[in-house]
């Protein structure tokens, strides 16, 4: 007997109605792309009912071989796809399909308004909403499913207008285990029920899952295989066309744009392996989601285990793709992998393999590399802090801006090679962008000796410069931090050397140190500046100025060192105030103007704002009098 409960009406978690209609009208050139997500769906059912079924051989019943069938019915105007994998609860179903863009509906909705292709397609997959490609070709989807175990089946139905309703069925009207989904096609989508149009659509985006499809043209009609399953990482590269990586790449990472660097091989020895990782174009969606998660899946023998292996490091998390073992039990617990030394080797070898291609890549196609760098350069940085052992590879690997670059990138290998003479470090500024970097009254000194400057402007290099680390025997320091030593490299020729400093600049510097002896560290004569009149740098032996202020925003220090103010003696400003001995009011306002336009060189506010104000009031009226 068919339960007669009740369907209760639910509503979206989104805005539906808009997100469909942006979907179908802004995102999407080729509709053929909803066949491709069902049965990505559909292969990944049934990969997780493998992966249970090791420990509980009972979740498979009389149905073992894993299988996708699409059935076409052209007299109701129907599309089925069902498969009979790991099914879902009523709960799994209202988690799974009731919730639209879990990741972040209203910014998905900003994104795609005014998308135009092929950006707008790239965004589905970020998203996770490849399952509503379906509404457009269906004004109706159903979705039956059992899980695997339970003796109890739901449906899910919708017509993607805003709310949809879950009830149970009875269980023979659902797949053993497994998910059924029937599409109730559009009047302009009847094409998908055309046997020659489907069959060549999915075995051009979908014939490399892991999972056999058949096919059956009407609903009483016998079954034909059209894809074997035969897993694409299993096959000779040499049978593999470009397009084919490129589907499995979007299948796998679900995504739409294209991978730009692919690496497929086997390795053999003390373990063995199977690796297919793909580098996309874009940065994927959650590339700084705050637990930084892989997503690599891991593999027994083509028996899918997990996605939550960390196979790779984390500051390798946009490599997409899969490892294939076959050294690893296929009854190895998700807890298990993690200490395996196994696994350990496989961690090791991919990873070190991935950042040898990327060596080569550098080394032999300089103008796909730097795109590369460019989309990720950011996240491979984060090894430099943490992975102490490839800190060299990946030192070798980064490239920068710096202050005589221009819009070019350079390696520190680039940087070496133009060291000065008696140059004792390598020099950089860390900074929110890198416009207020190059106008930074830090650089002054080193701009008119001609030393290059690395310029970096990404929230890790706080952390990784300032990690004791140097290129070459030559330590970083940061151009805020200490005494800059620019005396020692000499000016370039035909620069005319430093006057001598006038005693009462000196006397006026004293004045200073008196003056802010409450907010200041020290005052010194700068080597640095050329141009302006003063800057703020950090003590000696103190942290970082920028990476201070980042700890200090995150609440990680106490508190905060007093900087140093560096003093411009030949300064004309500087000149006059020091001539002005008798008017200690005047020199008192200017001292603490001084220091509060220092802050603001550096991206701070006054200390006090409303004594900034009057003490500028002041002088200016002065000058106008």
């Not at 997780?48 to 009389?62: F, H, I, M, P, T």
């Not at 490399?208 to 035969?230: C, M, R, S, T, Y």
Request: glycine letters at 8%; aromatic letters at 8%.
């Amino acid at each position: 007997m068919t339960t007669t409960t009740e369907a209760t009406p639910r509503s979206f978690e989104a805005d539906v109605g808009k997100l469909l209609h942006l979907m179908v009208h802004s995102v999407y050139s080729d509709k053929h792309v909803f066949l491709r997500e069902l049965i990505s769906n559909a292969a990944d059912a049934c990969e997780k009912l493998r992966y249970e079924a090791l420990s509980n051989a009972g979740l498979l019943g009389d149905d073992g071989q894993p299988r996708i069938t699409v059935t076409l019915d052209a007299e109701t105007r129907q599309l089925t796809i069902e498969d009979n994998g790991i099914g879902m609860s009523e709960a799994e179903l209202a988690d799974a399909l009731g919730t639209i863009a879990r990741s972040g509906t209203k910014a998905f909705i900003d994104r795609i308004a005014g998308a135009k292709e092929p950006e707008g397609s790239q965004l589905i997959g970020q998203f996770g909403v490849g399952f509503y490609s379906a509404f457009m070709v269906a004004d109706k989807v159903n979705v039956t499913s059992r899980r695997a175990g339970e003796d109890s089946a739901s449906l899910w139905s919708s017509d993607g207008q805003g709310t949809y309703t879950i009830q149970p069925v009875d269980v023979a009207d659902a797949p053993a285990h497994g998910t059924s989904v029937l599409l109730h096609l559009k009047e302009d989508s009847t094409t998908y029920t055309d046997g020659f149009t489907v069959e060549r659509t999915i075995k051009a985006q979908s014939g490399h899952v892991p999972v056999p499809i058949f096919l059956k043209d009407k609903p009483d009609a016998e079954p034909k295989q059209i894809a074997d399953g035969a897993a694409l990482w299993t096959r000779p590269k040499v049978e593999i066309a470009p397009e084919d990586y490129t589907d499995f790449y979007r299948s796998v990472a679900g995504q739409f744009d294209a991978p730009a660097l692919t690496l497929h091989y086997r390795a053999e020895g003390m373990h063995e392996y199977t690796v297919l990782a793909f580098i996309p174009e874009t940065k994927p969606f959650d590339l700084f989601d705050p637990d930084r998660a892989g997503r690599m899946k891991l593999y027994v023998r083509r028996v899918f285990i997990t996605d939550e292996a960390e196979i790779l490091p984390r500051y390798l998390r946009f490599v997409r793709g899969l490892v294939d073992s076959s050294d690893l039990p296929l009854n190895v617990s998700r807890e298990m992998i993690q200490d395996s030394p196994v696994l350990a080797a496989i961690q090791k070898g991919v990873s070190n393999r991935i950042l040898s291609e990327l060596d080569k890549l550098a080394a032999n196609d300089t103008e796909r590399y730097l795109k590369l760098w460019n989309t990720f350069g950011a996240v491979l940085k984060e090894g430099l802090y943490e992975d102490y052992s490839r800190r060299e590879t990946l030192l070798g690997l980064a490239r920068f801006k710096t202050t005589t670059s221009g819009d070019a990138w350079r390696s520190l290998k680039d940087y070496a090679a133009d060291l000065k003479d008696n140059q004792t470090a390598v020099y950089y500024a860390v900074g929110p962008d890198l416009d207020r970097l190059a106008s930074s009254p830090q650089l002054e000194g080193f701009r008119a000796r001609g030393i290059e400057v690395l310029l970096l402007s990404d929230h890790v290099d706080s952390f990784w410069a300032a990690a004791g680390m140097d290129f070459d025997g030559k330590p970083f320091k940061s151009v805020t931090q200490g005494l800059a030593d620019l005396s020692l490299i000499p000016l370039p020729e035909g620069a005319e050397p430093a006057p001598v400093i006038s005693e009462s600049v000196d006397a006026f510097i004293t004045f200073l140190k008196a003056t802010l002896g409450d907010v200041v560290s020290d005052v010194r004569v700068s080597e640095r500046l050329t141009e302006s009149a003063v800057c703020l740098v950090a003590p000696e032996h103190g942290m970082d100025r920028q990476l201070e202020k980042m700890l200090a925003g995150a609440g990680r220090l106490d508190a905060v060192a007093k900087p140093v103010l560096e003093v411009n003696p030949r300064h004309p400003l500087i000149e006059k105030l020091g001539a002005a001995s008798g008017d200690d009011a005047l020199r008192e306002d200017a001292a603490h103007l001084l220091f509060d336009e220092a802050r603001i060189a550096d991206g701070e506010l006054p200390v006090d704002p409303r004594g900034f104000s009057a003490r500028l009031t002041r002088v200016l009226r002065r000058g106008i009098e």
